[in-house]
């Protein structure tokens, strides 16, 4: 726990460092929330798969950092009801779209940080790709199970999201990257809090690719927070220009590793 908490919060201190003011406060996720829509009703997603075995047509779900709905409205189809938790507007307001265009009734929406939402306890609580930058993260897993009558499940990349760019963040910003922790820390989190959870490791249909060297250049400029700092983006220029490699499906960042993730899932003392 000490050690997660250590290393989100030097992640985070570095990041505050190389920002400007401005992109310090907003809703970060505005701009990207309609790329984290999906059908509610596809079948190519197994991670989707093992969530919707977890639950029947009477359980009750809450989803923390659910988003735009990716696992929320499958499962509103399926279960009883649905809460999504959330503190970005941006996100919920694709999840009011997706909501009304499927016409789902039993999904309700708290805009609020977990740590401060004031919500009644589900059967299954459900948290994906969201506990990575998280410093506090005990306060934060217990409160999962404190409102999980059933049982908790955590989706988790085994490298967090951003990793692949570490390379790229030295080339721009003249030193190493420190990367926030993934699922094989969570998985020490979870057993330094005595907790000894299920791990199931399934395909993912995430992919990091750009459609173009310009899509990339855009996209990396802010996630590297490099804002308007000209010296910065002309090294983010000439570092694409080795290391972007054209495959099927767009182009990658070169050596970026193949993408994992774990569905880890424990019944609570409520159960």
Not at 1 to 17: C, I
Not at 93 to 116: D, P, Y
Request: glycine fraction near 6%.
């Amino acid at each position: 726990v000490a050690a997660w908490r250590s290393r989100v919060e030097s992640h985070h201190s570095q990041s505050q460092r190389v920002m400007d003011a401005s992109a310090r406060t907003g809703d970060f996720w505005a701009d990207y929330a309609s790329a984290f829509r999906a059908d509610p009703r596809r079948a190519d997603d197994e991670a989707l798969d093992v969530l919707l075995g977890l639950a029947d047509d009477t359980s009750t779900v809450l989803d923390v950092g659910g988003g735009a709905g990716r696992f929320a409205l499958p499962l509103a189809l399926k279960c009883a009801s649905v809460t999504v938790v959330d503190p970005s507007e941006g996100m919920l307001a694709q999840l009011r779209l997706a909501i009304a265009e499927e016409g789902v009734k039993n999904l309700s929406m708290v805009r609020s940080e977990w740590e401060t939402a004031d919500v009644e306890s589900r059967d299954l609580v459900l948290c994906s790709h969201v506990v990575y930058t998280v410093a506090d993260i005990a306060r934060f897993i217990r409160k999962l199970e404190h409102h999980a009558n059933r049982m908790v499940a955590l989706v988790s990349f085994v490298d967090a999201p951003q990793s692949h760019l570490s390379g790229l963040w030295e080339s721009v910003h003249g030193e190493p990257r420190i990367d926030l922790p993934g699922l094989p820390e969570l998985a020490n989190v979870l057993w330094d809090l005595e907790i000894y959870p299920d791990v199931v490791m399934v395909p993912t249909t995430r992919t990091r690719t750009f459609e173009s060297p310009e899509a990339a250049l855009e996209e990396l400029t802010r996630r590297l927070f490099i804002g308007d700092n000209p010296v910065k983006e002309e090294r983010l220029r000439a570092a694409l220009r080795n290391s972007l490699e054209r495959t099927s499906d767009g182009f990658v960042v070169a050596g970026t590793n193949p993408v994992h993730q774990g569905i880890i899932t424990w019944r609570t003392a409520a159960d």
